[in-house]
């Protein structure tokens, strides 16, 4: 053998070698140092998904972050027995067959089901599966039930504590959302997708704080309930079922909301006693502006949304025509510029003359000082007043007094994410159109009664009230005031502030005159029947005239705050759609919520 080949069997036997203790010392580092360590994109370690590939399981808790009231009151997450069915084993001895039937049979009659259905679901791709009784939710199981099924030995079904995230009744929280399966969005949720075969076991916020939070809400993975299985899917028998869990003690997180759940609830019921088919409330705060209760009609159930539906989505930031609400920003404009003195005096003989404008009482109100017509919401008083001022004085005041722009609460690069809001899609509303020519007297007249293209959302309107009440400071409404980790630390503050405007601010003069004048509108105005609530209350009603599919209706506003004494609350009231010539379900409304305030509300807390 020529010294040329034995050099090339040397190099190859060498680079064999080389190959080979590359890969025993990649075996080691993957066995010894990787096989210990978190896969990216996951939560999971390597062993740990070695061992849940040969495993199959239901998820007991998405391990997702909950809500609280502002008092620490769950609003999401609530424990709930549930039935897990593991699959049958493989079973020949005729006595055992009988006996499994037998205890098939049983357990039937606790779920008050047929045999036949039971099995169906049961035996549905050979997997462990919640009992669900063909619905899209697991069943809840009551007390006696689970006491009974406990009792049933090797039937192959186990209770087990399941985190139910939302109540199964109608709600008006529309602004804390629901979650869906959303594919678009599974790209970073993946990590999870083969330790659990449901369908609704990787969800995301859809809507509501569950959609703007969801990169702090999403958690760090799920609880699971598995079993061993075989290669070809068979469950091992001799392995019992094991629990796992993320062992990190500082989630799920916890956010603490501005809400009172007892008086959202109160106030959810007061709105069904009602009867009123669309609209909103809203209950400020009057010291801070948060949210102390918000519900929007159509309630909704986020545990079974409908997203073609339109009952989900949140009307209390939803954009209205205001009516007669609007006022309040023409008579500001007019005391800001000095376009009117509050002692002058109008005519009112129930026809302007001009662009069919006429007053909603039929032969006028005869002459009347600018405080009364504010009272009794005279349109004919407000034309007057809207000749003297421009479109641009409208928008200027309604932007200074939070109108015509978002005003909740938002701030940048917080919580690793660049903006964070708490509403959801909050509409700016407007004054006018693009459309509209500042020198058009018929559109500025219509404007500064609240009709033409005017909108305005029910949280503005309430926060309207604070912002008079605040010597015309716009305060920025919060949903939540903290997120908390689970071990009770503080993740994260989220301070008052104010939403500032690029026009500045009333002057408190003007704000303390036109809540004088809010009070007169219930003392000697439009608001008379307020006089028999329990609260002195103050503020200004408003009708508006829309139309819908072809047919004339109204919206209804009122809006106030009370006890005028010392206010405690600002609430805003939208009744939509009413048919013309209907009594004022709004008034009538804010009375109650008023009335309920004043019975048993807890006192103001800022967060």
Sequence with gaps: MNVHL???????????????????????????????QVIPGTTRSLREMS??????????????????????????????????????????????I?????????????????????????????????????????????DLQVTQIRQLKDVGAYVYPMMSRYDQNDTGMQWLGYLAEQPHRLVSSTAHINEVKQPFAIKSGAAGLERTLEPLMMGLGPTLLTRMVTGSGEIIPEMQPRVIAPTNSHYPLRVETTVDIDLQQGLEH??????????AVVVLDAATADVRAMISVPMYRPQHVEPTESSWANRAIQGAVPGSIFKIIT???????????????????????????????????????????????CNIVFAEMARRLSMEQLERTANALGLARTIGWEDKHIGGMPILRHFDHEQAGRVRTRAVSSQDEGAKVQTSIGQRDTLVTPLQAANLMVTLLHDGKVSAPRLVQRIRYADGDTMLEMPLHDSLSPVGQISPATAHQLLKWMRGVVTDGTGKTLQRAKWHVAGKSGTAQVEQQGHKLNHQWFIGYGPVEKPKYAVAVLVQHVAPGSSHQATALFRSIMDYLAEGSSPSSPG
């Design 6 to 36: 034995k050099r090339r069997i040397f190099v190859a036997c060498m680079l064999l070698t080389g190959v080979f203790a590359i890969l025993l010392f990649r075996l080691a580092w993957i066995q010894i140092i990787q096989v210990n």
């Design 98 to 142: 009988h006996r499994t039937d037998s205890k098939v049979n049983q357990l039937a009659a606790i779920l008050h089901t047929d045999v036949v259905k039971l099995q169906q679901e049961w035996e549905h791709d050979h997997t462990p599966r919640l009992w669900t009784a063909g619905n899209q939710q697991p069943v809840v199981l009551s």
């Design 51 to 96: 061992v849940l590939q040969r495993e199959r399981g239901v998820m007991l808790d998405s391990g997702r972050g909950q809500f609280t009231d502002y008092r620490g009151k769950p609003l999401t997450g609530k424990l709930e027995w549930v039935l897990v069915l593991f699959p049958h084993q493989h079973v020949t001895s005729s006595a055992t």
């Design 270 to 279: 007061i709105a069904k006693q009602s009867g009123i088919r669309e609209g």
């Design 331 to 377: 008579a500001a404009a007019a005391l800001e510029s000095h376009a009117v003195s509050p002692r002058e005096t109008f005519h009112c003989d129930g026809e302007w003359g001009k662009y069919g404008l006429s007053c909603w009482k039929e032969h006028g109100h005869g002459t009347l000082h600018l405080e009364e017509g504010f009272a009794q919401s």
